[in-house]
């Protein structure tokens, strides 16, 4: 079943209503994993639920972006629709507003899969959504549709939940929870981005990845290239880098202790140069904020919404650019940016010469 989702995503009849062309103009901000319960400690998304629901009205809205709600939005799994609903109520009436423009789109995810069965769901919900930027097609989609136990079995993990583990307080069974599930669902939408020379933006594994790397390779990329900067750079920004290279070690070290050793020894790209055809959202229930993706017809970038002071140790090092959203406790660091056309380039020479697919 997972095959034939990536072999029908690249067909011409594939979702047809879901094409989004922004090659003229238009942004779009993409999001997964709000996992919206019926609120209380058991709601993953009760903490972060203010800051998602202001940066959406008064910075996307406001602005005229298209939003894309890329799955798992509601926890059907463990909470039925009606009490989502009625707990998230001015979240919805949020979603009502981009729609009524035309500027809502929403996947499916494994966690709310089952609004396929829901006669009187307010908006239409697709498998993928194809995004014409001018420069190389872009598909966004869950992610989960690689693994056969979110397509086969995900009925008897919605009815363990619901049913066995919520009662005694367990919570999301997750690919996000293993490294090497995390691993297995990058590395199918990596290969499918690379055979088709396109672009995957995923969620699932609430792991942020920008131009198919984590955080892990990220900064081992950081570290070298503020490495190469030190040997000629003054002595004010020697000093600087010194402490951003500190830091950058200790985060390093942390991920090392939190993640396998045989994951993080295995790479998406193998012996390969990394091509950057994979990309995904995070999550909105991250400890310190929300990570998304924004994307318009030139450039996309990874951002990150937090409160002011909940994470300060992230922001500190200087190299984020900072906004506050008006007068509000909240602001906007973009983590990381590039242009399309560079991302372009680099998948035309470095991935699948052949461009038949495409």
């Given at each position: 079943?997972?095959?034939?989702?990536?072999?029908?995503?690249?067909?011409?009849?594939?979702?047809?209503?879901?094409?989004?062309?922004?090659?003229?103009?238009g942004?779009?901000?993409?999001?997964?994993?709000f996992?919206?319960?019926?609120?209380?400690?058991?709601?993953?998304?009760?903490?972060?639920?203010?800051?998602?629901?202001a940066?959406?009205?008064?910075?996307?809205?406001?602005?005229?972006?298209?939003l894309?709600?890329?799955g798992?939005?509601?926890?059907?799994?463990?909470?039925?629709l009606k009490?989502?609903?009625?707990?998230?109520?001015?979240?919805?009436?949020?979603?009502?507003?981009?729609?009524?423009?035309?500027?809502?789109?929403?996947?499916?995810?494994?966690?709310?899969?089952?609004?396929?069965?829901?006669?009187?769901?307010?908006?239409?919900v697709?498998?993928?959504?194809?995004?014409?930027?001018?420069?190389?097609?872009?598909?966004?989609?869950?992610?989960?549709?690689?693994?056969?136990?979110?397509?086969?079995?995900?009925h008897?993990?919605?009815?363990?939940?619901?049913?066995?583990?919520?009662?005694?307080?367990?919570?999301?069974?997750?690919?996000?929870?293993?490294?090497?599930?995390?691993?297995?669902?990058?590395?199918?939408?990596?290969?499918?981005?690379?055979?088709?020379?396109?672009?995957?933006?995923?969620?699932?594994?609430?792991?942020?990845?920008?131009?198919?790397?984590?955080?892990?390779?990220?900064?081992k990329?950081?570290?070298?290239?503020?490495?190469?900067?030190?040997?000629?750079?003054?002595?004010?920004?020697?000093?600087?880098?010194?402490?951003?290279?500190?830091?950058?070690?200790?985060?390093?070290?942390?991920?090392?202790?939190?993640?396998?050793?045989?994951?993080?020894?295995?790479?998406?790209?193998?012996?390969?140069?990394?091509?950057p055809?994979?990309?995904?959202?995070?999550?909105?229930?991250?400890?310190?904020?929300?990570?998304?993706?924004?994307?318009?017809?030139?450039?996309?970038?990874?951002?990150?919404?937090?409160?002011?002071?909940?994470?300060r140790?992230?922001?500190?090092?200087?190299?984020?650019?900072?906004?506050?959203?008006?007068?509000?406790p909240?602001?906007?660091?973009?983590?990381?940016?590039d242009?399309?056309?560079?991302?372009?380039?680099?998948i035309e020479?470095?991935?699948?010469?052949?461009?038949?697919?495409?």
């Amino acid at each position: 079943m997972a095959d034939a989702f990536f072999s029908d995503m690249v067909s011409p009849r594939f979702n047809p209503a879901a094409v989004l062309d922004i090659s003229r103009k238009g942004k779009i901000l993409i999001i997964s994993d709000f996992h919206m319960g019926e609120g209380g400690r058991g709601d993953d998304l009760e903490f972060h639920g203010p800051l998602l629901a202001a940066f959406l009205e008064r910075y996307y809205l406001k602005h005229d972006w298209f939003l894309i709600l890329n799955g798992d939005i509601e926890e059907l799994q463990r909470y039925s629709l009606k009490k989502i609903q009625a707990r998230w109520r001015d979240l919805y009436r949020l979603f009502d507003r981009f729609a009524e423009q035309g500027r809502l789109f929403k996947t499916l995810g494994n966690h709310d899969a089952e609004l396929l069965f829901e006669k009187n769901y307010p908006y239409p919900v697709y498998n993928a959504i194809r995004v014409e930027t001018g420069f190389i097609p872009i598909f966004i989609y869950h992610g989960h549709q690689s693994s056969k136990v979110y397509t086969d079995y995900n009925h008897l993990i919605r009815a363990s939940l619901r049913y066995l583990l919520k009662p005694i307080g367990i919570r999301n069974i997750s690919s996000a929870r293993s490294p090497r599930r995390r691993f297995f669902v990058e590395k199918q939408a990596y290969a499918f981005s690379l055979r088709h020379n396109c672009v995957s933006i995923i969620g699932h594994t609430h792991r942020a990845l920008f131009e198919s790397l984590g955080r892990f390779d990220f900064i081992k990329y950081e570290i070298e290239r503020l490495c190469r900067d030190y040997t000629v750079s003054p002595s004010p920004a020697r000093e600087r880098i010194r402490d951003e290279v500190k830091a950058l070690r200790v985060d390093l070290g942390k991920l090392k202790r939190s993640e396998r050793r045989d994951v993080l020894r295995e790479s998406l790209y193998g012996d390969d140069l990394p091509v950057p055809c994979l990309f995904n959202s995070g999550s909105a229930i991250g400890r310190k904020g929300i990570n998304a993706i924004e994307l318009d017809g030139e450039t996309i970038a990874l951002v990150y919404w937090f409160a002011q002071g909940a994470s300060r140790k992230f922001i500190n090092r200087g190299w984020y650019p900072l906004e506050r959203l008006g007068d509000t406790p909240y602001c906007r660091a973009v983590l990381n940016h590039d242009r399309m056309d560079y991302i372009n380039a680099r998948i035309e020479l470095l991935g699948n010469n052949d461009t038949e697919n495409r």
